[in-house]
């Protein structure tokens, strides 16, 4: 499953990240690393992007970017 | 910079740790504190003394790592490896301890001299976070002071440690697996390049990480860098194939899995908050329904205060700066009869044109502290959050719109701030595009210009028009980033939307207050100088060539007869005596008069005024009688001649001036235009007037009054009226295509300066682009409103209803247009 299916309110585990370069990079820098656990937390008003927490961060991400990222319940 | 008596410390830190504060802190300064994560981009420094030892501390961007991705990053680093500062004060954020430890573990391991700086403590305190400052340093072998730079508390520890100096020992990270890989990179760098001037376990990581940087220095070497580059490659795949995992992956996350383990050796929660406060405000602040209206809100507020309390505000300065206008006024030679000495006229220009800027000043002090209020509170990212989506379909960003809110979506901003503003967009691409589209937005210069026409031509439907003109500027800015991306800016560089939403912050009054005024001040100087170098060409421009021999002596003749007119008038009135044998003694009079009128102005109490007439009384009793005649009756008459003389004599200065204007250089070139600007309705006045207004848009309403003179039994009367009767040919279709005309008039001198140096590389270009597209833009709009207006004889409302439509529907069209090489960003780089 991929962080972008995930809906409000809900957790999931990082399974790994299926990005290269700089989009790799943020994700990394802001602790999407495998077994680290993520919160949706809220959609934009327009749907897109979508606030999630990771760690005691609260970082935004297009769906686009999300989708690079697998998760596991 | 190796003098014993200066030391070099940098100041490094993730985005949102305090550190800007930290820099203020210890340097007493004044300095950027943005809650935005990299605002920074600059390096700045600061210079403290201690002892006798000068100590220049450098404030690093904000950085999440090391690596070289970003902008921010390769300065970072850069300055780290090239300037060998002598400290790194590494910032972190206590209560967010294990994010941090991720950049300070990576300083480290490229041996830099750290010192920590566990910052905002009193924050992980309320989270119930405690980190143990003795075990951390231990663990880490480096020097570890706490602080809460945002209450000043650690400044004396923070200065005091400064002078001592770290271990500058590779701190090695057991990368478990990858060890073998790294260990044969390193050697056969060793090996290779015996002139490698950085650590080689570090460089043989950073290889392995495929960091752009390391891989230029690795070309340097020459044949012996390619051997190293191809055992790279090897072993890259190598390391791939066996863990299904690139090696970057591997490192980061061992990084990660490193600065876990030290976090939790040395940090204590010992409470377990469900919901941080901010989470709560985000919860009604980002609500589905709410959010829009909270944003409307804040829009509301920021143009209510900055532009329209702060334009009440000039109502209370204005006459600070007119009362210096006057007084420089009257430092200068006097005026001719109808014409003025060079000198004056050219100082006066300037002067005009300064203060036309000045005037803005409270305008800008509260527009700039909305800002860094809105920087420091949080509410940025916020804003970039809602309205990401309807923006990124046109090419812009999220955070393009605090850009466009500043330039003036609605009616009523400046482009200058909003170009300014456009720094903390992390897209390239959306960047340079925002900066591109602010200039169209209606900044406060374009409304003198619509309220003219508005009111002369759109007089039943002056509501309808300022609502087309004030939605229709940024509908077409949006077609326009569109199109600028789908094309000139395809190939810029586009960056992952992975953006932080900090915690809500409290603006300090210091913060909001010394960024207010270095902006404030930063405009003021960049702009004002300028601005008087682009009066000077303007006057040039509009002054030169001058009238010939022969018009000039037209001009006399009609000075003699207005004089003569006048002394017969007084012949034989006994007050008139003194002007009846002295030629001199009008030119006299006139002088005592513009004088005493722009005195006369400047008087506030009722002493200051006696002690103003005294003076003129005393200065020259025959002039002073004539001036305030009292119940004289004989003076009296002659005050009649006198005022008629003083008002023919405007009508001929004023006629002077609209001939000089219509000869100059930039006159000829409105002439000149005339044919093509036909097309769009324009006459060589209109041209002349557009024209003036590329130095500041406050012109072409100042040049019209100057080209639209009252005509006989018209004096005093607005320009509303001496439009609408002069210029007969002129009609609201004229009107509508002028608007939009001006709606996407080029940026002002001030704004291109500001886009030159915010394009960054190739700003001389980007500046001309944003010259020139939005006149070509305007004129093609212009003249198709006023070409097919003509030709189906709409009025000038219809003409706008079908226009609006037509944008509206290109609108549409342009938002689905996908560009053509976007690629998913994930595999794609």
Request: hydrophobic share 45%; aromatic share 8%; net charge neutral.
């Amino acid at each position: 499953m991929r962080l972008n299916e995930l809906s409000p309110g809900t957790k999931a585990f990082v399974k790994k990240v299926h990005a290269r370069g700089m989009i790799s990079q943020r994700l990394r820098d802001f602790g999407f690393f495998p077994g680290v656990e993520v919160e949706v937390l809220r959609c934009s008003p327009l749907k897109d992007p979508v606030e999630f927490l990771v760690e005691s961060n609260f970082i935004s991400i297009r769906h686009e970017e999300a989708h690079c990222v697998e998760v596991t319940e | 910079m190796g003098n014993s008596a200066e030391l070099v410390v940098a100041l490094a830190g993730q985005p949102n740790c305090g550190k800007s504060t930290v820099f203020n802190m210890i340097t007493g300064g004044r300095q950027h504190v943005a809650n935005y994560p990299g605002v920074t981009v600059d390096i700045k420094e600061g210079v403290l003394s201690s002892e006798g030892t000068r100590i220049r501390v450098a404030d690093l961007p904000g950085t999440y790592g090391l690596s070289s991705f970003s902008n921010e990053e390769r300065v970072a680093r850069d300055f780290i490896l090239h300037q060998k500062p002598h400290l790194v004060v590494n910032v972190v954020d206590t209560s967010n301890i294990k994010r941090h430890l991720y950049l300070t573990l990576q300083l480290l391991e490229m041996g830099a001299p750290v010192m920590l700086n566990l910052n905002m403590t009193d924050v992980a305190d309320a989270r119930g976070v405690q980190v143990d400052p003795k075990v951390l340093g231990e663990r880490l072998g480096i020097p570890v002071v706490t602080s809460i730079a945002s209450q000043g508390k650690g400044k004396r520890e923070l200065r005091q440690a400064l002078k001592a100096s770290s271990p500058s020992k590779p701190l090695v990270i057991p990368y478990g697996d990858l060890e073998p890989f790294i260990a044969r990179l390193k050697e056969k760098l060793a090996q290779a390049c015996p002139e490698w001037r950085f650590p080689l376990r570090w460089s043989a990581i950073k290889l392995l990480e495929q960091d752009e940087s390391m891989l230029q220095e690795l070309s340097l070497c020459g044949k012996e860098g390619e051997e190293v580059g191809e055992l790279l490659l090897s072993l890259k795949k190598e390391f791939t194939e066996q863990h299904d995992e690139a090696p970057e992956e591997h490192i980061a996350f061992s990084r990660h899995l490193a600065a876990k383990e030290l976090a939790q050796g040395c940090v204590i929660t010992t409470k377990k908050t469900a919901k941080t406060l901010t989470d709560r405000i985000d919860s009604l602040v980002l609500n589905k329904a709410l959010s829009l209206f909270w944003l409307a809100g804040v829009i509301y507020l920021l143009y209510e205060l900055a532009i329209v309390k702060g334009y009440e505000l000039t109502a209370y300065t204005w006459p600070y700066l007119a009362a210096f206008r006057s007084w420089v006024a009257s430092l200068l030679p006097p005026a001719f009869f109808y014409s003025e000495p060079l000198f004056r006229a050219l100082t006066l220009s300037v002067v005009d044109a300064v203060l036309s800027v000045l005037n803005y000043v409270p305008i800008f002090l509260i527009l700039f502290a909305c800002i860094a209020i809105l920087e420091d509170s949080g509410y940025m990212p916020r804003m970039a959050f809602i309205l990401d989506r309807l923006f990124r379909r046109f090419g812009l960003h999220g955070q393009s719109t605090l850009p466009l809110i500043l330039g003036g979506v609605f009616v009523g901003g400046c482009a200058v701030p909003g170009v300014m503003a456009t720094r903390v967009i992390s897209d390239e691409q959306a960047r340079l595009a925002t900066i591109l589209v602010v200039p169209l937005m209606n900044c406060m210069a374009k409304i003198p210009l619509y309220t003219l026409l508005v009111n002369v031509y759109f007089t039943d439907h002056k509501g309808l028009a300022m609502f087309f003109i004030s939605t229709i500027t940024i509908i077409v800015a949006l077609m326009v980033a569109k199109i600028l991306t789908l094309t000139v800016l395809r190939s810029k560089e586009r960056s992952p939307f992975v953006m932080e939403m900090p915690p809500y912050h409290l603006p300090t009054l210091f913060g909001v207050g010394s960024r207010t005024v270095e902006r404030t001040w930063l405009f003021v100087k960049k702009v004002g100088t300028i601005i008087m170098l682009v009066a000077i060409v303007i006057y040039g421009l509009t002054t030169f060539p001058g009238l010939s021999e022969n018009e000039r002596q037209g001009f006399e003749s009609r000075e003699q007869a207005l004089k003569n007119s006048f002394l017969q008038e007084i012949e034989e009135n006994p007050a008139g005596k003194p002007f009846m044998n002295d030629s001199s003694a009008i030119d006299a009079l006139l002088t005592y008069w513009d004088s005493y009128q722009n005195g006369i102005k400047q008087v506030r109490s009722k002493e200051a005024k006696k002690a103003f007439l005294e003076e003129y009384r005393r200065k020259n009793p025959d002039f002073f009688a004539v001036v305030l005649p009292g119940r004289n009756t004989d003076a009296k008459a002659v005050q009649k001649a006198f005022k008629v003389l003083v008002s023919e004599r405007g009508s001929l200065q004023r006629s002077y001036k609209e001939e000089v204007i219509s000869s100059s250089l930039l006159g000829r070139l409105g002439i000149l235009l005339e044919p093509v600007t036909r097309w769009a309705g324009f006459d060589w006045k209109v041209n002349v007037s557009l024209l003036s207004a590329l130095a500041a848009k406050e012109n072409t309403v100042a040049t019209l009054g100057a080209l639209y003179q009252p005509e006989e039994g018209q004096e005093g009367a607005a320009l509303e009226e001496r439009m609408s009767s002069q210029a007969k040919g002129f009609t609201q279709l004229h009107a509508l295509a002028l608007m939009i005309f001006m709606a996407l008039y080029p940026p002002c001198i001030a704004t291109l300066i500001m886009v030159r140096l915010e394009a960054g590389k190739n700003g001389t270009r980007w500046m001309l682009l944003s010259l020139i597209f939005p006149i070509c833009l305007g004129f093609l709009f212009a003249s198709g409103i006023f070409t097919l207006g003509s030709l189906f004889s709409l009025t000038g409302l219809q003409a706008m209803g079908i226009f609006y439509i037509l944008a509206l529907l290109g609108a549409l069209i342009f938002s689905r247009i996908e560009p053509r090489d976007d690629t998913p960003l994930a595999e794609g780089r």
